[in-house]
């Protein structure tokens, strides 16, 4: 049975790598296409979220490509879900498309099992937790397979991660690694726990890490002990918050926008709208807030875009549901040219590869109230991009680009006004 099992997985996976090494983004790329796909991907995600059945694929788009961009963006259950109710779609491509959703069905009821697993032990252990992001979102969703998840995330108090890692260990988690907030621990064929330290990242901005830490805006579970959650309020500003997160450092796919759709339909009548506005305020949230509001909307009821909300759509859809390395570079790079200065490919190479000592200092601390020691840092700096896939990605990213992107991406994100410290 777990051979069956196993070699079900793997088949998965491998048709999951065909769909994402096919060269159809350039194709889809033109801006008729574009509007195209992006109205018709809404109204499969509206379809799958109202049990309806979709129209038809149009004639310009490739079933593929739909395929490709659902992996890409993590939406594999609620894109090929609604594409299995189409008509006019091959057996072949019916068996691709059933595979998916098997697999995304069978990875969210383990997921479900486990989390639950997980918080019995802890309430036993007396282990002070909050499952966040995905883990709690799933059941906002019409059914927890339309909200894919690629990991169990949870906060465990500091002085509980101890016993938490032998509760995780007695299920058979293995830690694979220990990286900044959070442990990763991993059990076949396909479960990731990570357990964090902390609700948010402290090296992306003091002020929200600060406003997140201790538990301060959780509350209990109903039912638990020491299990916590968010109120309605608390756990959207906390979506947008760690949204925002994704986007400043690499950039972040529109699953988002979807999370941001379902959520505000499902809470409308009971979200206290004004809290949130003045809580996101202090976060320096308000306009990216805004702008990811109305996009959200916008796409999924199918409404006209702006110039801007149709760059931004591009970008995301591009950036797939983790973002890009090479896309780290243009927050920075819009926080530190000025407005009215001319943008241009050679001030972007300029800058990537001699930044500023407020960018460098970021990465090596060392720098910091000593400027003249910026040559080594850049020295250092650039040995190691040689023989780092990041940096290979920035630089052929610099290489490749068009002065019009250069333009549009430096302007995404002066307009979204994310100025974390």
Request: hydrophobic fraction near 40%; charged fraction near 30%.
């Amino acid at each position: 049975m777990r051979w069956h099992f196993m070699q079900f997985m793997n088949n998965g996976a491998e048709m999951t790598e065909k769909v994402k090494n096919r060269e159809v983004w350039l194709q889809i790329k033109m801006e008729e296409n574009m509007s195209i796909l992006a109205n018709y991907l809404a109204q499969l995600i509206k379809a799958q979220l109202n049990g309806e059945k979709p129209v038809s694929v149009p004639e310009e788009i490739q079933v593929e490509d739909l395929i490709h961009l659902s992996c890409k963006n993590h939406m594999e259950y609620l894109v090929m879900g609604a594409l299995l109710k189409t008509d006019g779609i091959s057996e072949e491509i019916q068996g691709i498309l059933r595979s998916h959703v098997m697999r995304s069905i069978v990875r969210t009821t383990t997921q479900i099992m486990d989390l639950k697993e997980i918080i019995r032990r802890f309430e036993e252990k007396k282990i002070v937790n909050q499952p966040m992001k995905g883990a709690q979102m799933k059941f906002i969703y019409p059914s927890p397979e339309m909200r894919e998840m690629s990991d169990i995330d949870i906060l465990i108090r500091h002085d509980c991660m101890d016993r938490a890692a032998e509760e995780l260990k007695d299920m058979g988690y293995v830690l694979e690694q220990a990286i900044k907030h959070h442990d990763i621990y991993v059990k076949e064929p396909f479960m990731v726990v990570e357990a964090h330290r902390a609700m948010y990242d402290k090296t992306v901005d003091n002020n929200q890490y600060e406003y997140f830490s201790n538990f301060s805006k959780a509350i209990l579970k109903k039912g638990y002990k020491y299990t916590y959650d968010f109120n309605d309020e608390d756990f959207y500003i906390y979506m947008i918050a760690h949204m925002a997160k994704h986007f400043y450092v690499k950039g972040c796919g529109v699953r988002n926008l979807v999370d941001i759709y379902v959520y505000l339909n499902a809470k409308e009548d009971v979200l206290n709208h004004k809290y949130v506005e003045e809580e996101l305020k202090k976060l320096g949230l308000s306009t990216f807030t805004k702008h990811m509001e109305k996009l959200a909307f916008a796409w999924l009821d199918q409404k006209p875009f702006t110039e801007f909300q149709q760059q931004v759509f591009d970008y995301m859809l591009d950036s797939g549901i983790y973002g890009k390395d090479e896309n780290g570079i243009w927050n920075k790079f819009s926080e530190f040219k000025m407005k009215g200065k001319e943008v241009s490919k050679f001030r972007l190479k300029l800058w990537y590869f001699f930044p500023p000592v407020v960018y460098m200092a970021e990465y090596y601390p060392w720098i910091e109230g000593k400027p003249f020691l910026l040559p080594i840092a850049w020295g250092i700096r650039a040995c190691r991009g040689i023989f780092m896939r990041k940096g290979t990605d920035k630089r052929k990213m610099i290489h490749e680009i068009e002065q019009e992107q250069v333009q549009v991406y430096k302007n995404i994100y002066q307009k979204m006004q994310l100025h974390f410290k």
